[in-house]
């Protein structure tokens, strides 16, 4: 029963920054679910992006994004971000946030998800 809503996606320059929030209500207590991001373009499969635990000390990252993108989660306003930096248009997407019970990296391990945001990254 987990809702989750993204915001902040746009278009950008390459080089530009842009940060994504995503907001949760409902289901079990926020604290105790990793959050992640995922992206998915036509024609391929959905793919892992970024993910913190429920701790918040374990963040996990795909090796295209590691030193520009970073995940972080404010467990109080119940919202995990995604700052992303030195875009690429390569980062060009649909990203969705996506709630799980156990710390992982695939999609088929977590079980609510968002609608989606597009981020567009061209000059």
């Known amino acids: 029963q987990m809702q989750l809503v993204e915001s902040g996606g746009g278009l950008a320059q390459p080089g530009d920054s842009l940060k994504l929030s995503c907001v949760a209500s409902?289901?079990?207590?926020?604290?105790?679910?990793?959050m992640g991001w995922f992206r998915q373009t036509p024609g391929k499969e959905r793919e892992f992006v970024a993910a913190?635990?429920?701790?918040?000390?374990?963040?996990y990252y795909v090796e295209a994004v590691k030193g520009r993108f970073t995940v972080s989660r404010d467990n109080d306003k119940n919202t995990v971000y995604l700052q992303m930096n030195s875009l690429k248009p390569e980062d060009t997407a649909v990203y969705y946030c996506?709630?799980?019970?156990?710390?992982?990296?695939?999609?088929?391990?977590?079980?609510?998800w968002g609608q989606g945001i597009q981020v567009t990254v061209s000059s």
């Open positions: 996506a709630a799980g019970r156990l710390p992982d990296t695939a999609a088929s391990s977590f079980h609510s």
């Open positions: 409902g289901g079990m207590p926020f604290k105790d679910y990793t």
């Open positions: 913190v635990s429920w701790a918040a000390g374990e963040t």
